[in-house]
């Protein structure tokens, strides 16, 4: 084709020197060449882009539920967006929205529970470059309610990439201190399963999902071993202890936090990391409490994942440690789960079975805890991948509360997608 067109250009162009020129001087030579030559590249140009192996200019990055549970902190899907983000931004700020939506089935012969459908959650990521180093991502989310929907930011902060080792954040986020809270955040589509643990439930007590102050997170210089840590300070749990201090510290007692993790490079499925957070919490004045109001929390928690999905292992484990300022008095709490799941080989791939078994074990005097149930509860689930972009899930659940509570079985299917 580019022979073809060069031909034809030096034949239009010759032939017009013919007609209006009897002889061609050397400058006229020389131009003619040079004309060639820019019409060469040119040709060049435009053919590579046309090519079946080329690669477009602005390829959205491709994102899967594996690739999500790779890097904690932000969220793999969260550094692969702002990358992207970066590396195709021409003027800045450049808004990139990322959506996520699921729809459910649920029953259950709890007494008492309501079955049906629901919309579960919709949820958007809003990422935005700011400029070469500073960057900004925020997550909104509405829950349907029986009567209403629930709006609420789940995280918004703004980091600055100082290097590899210190990218240092401002704002709200998911607490960096076990691993499912910072690799699979709102929208379904990206976890493997239907249901979180319990032991990181949205809404739950056991451990603060949400966390506002100030983080730096990144990678230690440590070889084969690819080290990676996170260290925040902030407002610890609100008033609510479901909530983070949105507004103030609820006790002006900072809470901090430190999570170091390892991804060896000769095992790069593999991931090892331990987490430290320290808070005060300060209780509703309802009511005497013979503990009194504040108490020291100490949680240490730890997790050993392997993220290929031939199979797919996950485990965590964290102690909830507290201590009554007033008597001195100590409760230790204990949850975690331990979950399985293997893509099978045939039919394209699609198809993922799982399993899981969540734990949670809270003494009956830690009035800290006073709504947090004992769980012991066995997880079976299936999950078929329509598109690369939409999974459809059925779960089978059975487990009980307090160990004198009858068992509860329940069933819920879902479709989740990312849109």
Same mark, same amino acid.
């Given at each position: 084709? /580019?022979?073809?067109l060069?031909?034809?250009?030096?034949?239009?162009?010759?032939?017009a020197?013919a007609?209006?020129?009897? @002889?061609?001087s050397?400058?006229?030579?020389?131009s003619l060449l040079?004309?060639?030559?820019?019409?060469?590249?040119r040709?060049?140009?435009?053919e590579?882009r046309?090519?079946?192996?080329?690669?477009?200019?602005?390829?959205?990055?491709?994102?899967?539920p594996?690739?999500a549970?790779?890097?904690?902190g932000?969220?793999a899907h969260?550094a692969?967006?702002?990358?992207?983000m970066?590396?195709?931004?021409?003027?800045?700020?450049s808004l990139?929205?990322?959506?996520?939506?699921d729809?459910?089935f649920?029953a259950s012969d709890?007494p008492g529970a !309501?079955s049906g459908?629901s919309?579960?959650?919709?949820v958007?990521h809003?990422a935005?470059p700011?400029s070469k180093?500073?960057?900004?991502?925020?997550?909104?989310?509405?829950t349907?309610?029986?009567?209403?929907?629930?709006v609420d930011?789940?995280r918004? +902060?703004i980091?600055?990439?100082v290097?590899?080792?210190?990218?240092?954040? +401002?704002?709200?986020?998911? @607490?960096?201190i &076990?691993?499912?809270?910072?690799?699979?955040h709102h929208?379904?589509?990206?976890?493997?399963t239907?249901?979180r643990?319990?032991m990181s439930?949205?809404g739950g007590?056991f451990?603060?999902v949400?966390?506002?102050?100030a983080q730096s997170e990144? &990678?230690?210089?440590s070889g084969?071993?690819?080290?990676?840590?996170?260290?925040?300070l902030?407002n610890?749990r609100?008033?609510?202890?479901s909530?983070a201090?949105?507004?103030?510290?609820?006790?002006?007692?900072?809470?901090w936090l430190?999570?170091?993790f390892? /991804?060896? !490079?000769m095992?790069?499925h593999l991931q090892i990391?331990?987490?430290?957070y320290?808070d005060?919490?300060?209780?509703s004045?309802?009511?005497?409490s013979p503990?009194g109001?504040?108490?020291?929390e100490?949680i240490?928690?730890?997790?050993i994942?392997w @993220?290929?999905?031939?199979p797919e292992?996950?485990a965590?484990?964290?102690n909830?440690h507290?201590?009554?300022?007033l008597?001195?008095?100590?409760f230790?709490?204990q949850?975690?789960y331990?979950q399985v799941?293997?893509?099978?080989p045939v039919?394209e791939? !699609?198809?993922k079975?799982?399993a899981r078994?969540?734990?949670?074990?809270?003494?009956?005097?830690d009035? @800290?805890?006073?709504?947090?149930?004992d769980?012991r509860s066995f997880t079976?689930?299936?999950?078929?991948?329509?598109?690369?972009?939409t999974?459809f899930k059925?779960e089978?659940?059975n487990g009980r509360g307090?160990?004198?509570?009858d068992?509860?079985?329940s069933?819920?299917?879902?479709?989740?997608f990312?849109?």
């Amino acid at each position: 084709m /580019r022979s073809a067109l060069l031909l034809l250009q030096v034949t239009l162009v010759a032939g017009a020197f013919a007609q209006s020129a009897p @002889t061609v001087s050397g400058a006229d030579v020389r131009s003619l060449l040079e004309r060639i030559e820019k019409l060469e590249k040119r040709v060049a140009e435009l053919e590579g882009r046309a090519s079946p192996g080329s690669t477009p200019a602005h390829t959205p990055p491709a994102w899967s539920p594996q690739t999500a549970a790779t890097l904690p902190g932000a969220s793999a899907h969260d550094a692969a967006m702002h990358d992207a983000m970066i590396s195709d931004a021409e003027s800045f700020p450049s808004l990139k929205i990322r959506g996520f939506a699921d729809v459910d089935f649920s029953a259950s012969d709890r007494p008492g529970a !309501r079955s049906g459908f629901s919309l579960g959650q919709f949820v958007l990521h809003l990422a935005s470059p700011l400029s070469k180093k500073i960057s900004y991502f925020g997550e909104v989310s509405l829950t349907a309610q029986p009567n209403s929907y629930a709006v609420d930011v789940e995280r918004s +902060f703004i980091r600055y990439d100082v290097n590899d080792t210190a990218k240092i954040s +401002f704002g709200r986020y998911h @607490t960096p201190i &076990n691993y499912w809270n910072t690799a699979f955040h709102h929208g379904s589509w990206l976890q493997t399963t239907v249901s979180r643990p319990d032991m990181s439930r949205f809404g739950g007590t056991f451990l603060p999902v949400h966390f506002v102050g100030a983080q730096s997170e990144g &990678n230690i210089p440590s070889g084969g071993l690819e080290l990676g840590y996170n260290v925040g300070l902030g407002n610890g749990r609100g008033s609510f202890f479901s909530r983070a201090g949105d507004n103030a510290d609820a006790n002006n007692n900072r809470a901090w936090l430190v999570n170091v993790f390892s /991804r060896p !490079r000769m095992f790069r499925h593999l991931q090892i990391g331990g987490s430290v957070y320290n808070d005060e919490l300060t209780l509703s004045p309802d009511g005497p409490s013979p503990e009194g109001r504040n108490f020291r929390e100490w949680i240490a928690s730890g997790h050993i994942v392997w @993220t290929g999905e031939t199979p797919e292992f996950l485990a965590e484990f964290a102690n909830v440690h507290h201590r009554s300022t007033l008597t001195g008095h100590t409760f230790d709490s204990q949850g975690g789960y331990v979950q399985v799941a293997y893509r099978l080989p045939v039919w394209e791939r !699609r198809w993922k079975p799982y399993a899981r078994y969540d734990y949670i074990q809270v003494p009956e005097d830690d009035i @800290t805890f006073g709504e947090v149930e004992d769980v012991r509860s066995f997880t079976f689930g299936l999950r078929y991948d329509i598109s690369d972009f939409t999974a459809f899930k059925a779960e089978y659940r059975n487990g009980r509360g307090a160990i004198d509570e009858d068992r509860v079985n329940s069933v819920v299917m879902q479709t989740a997608f990312t849109f």
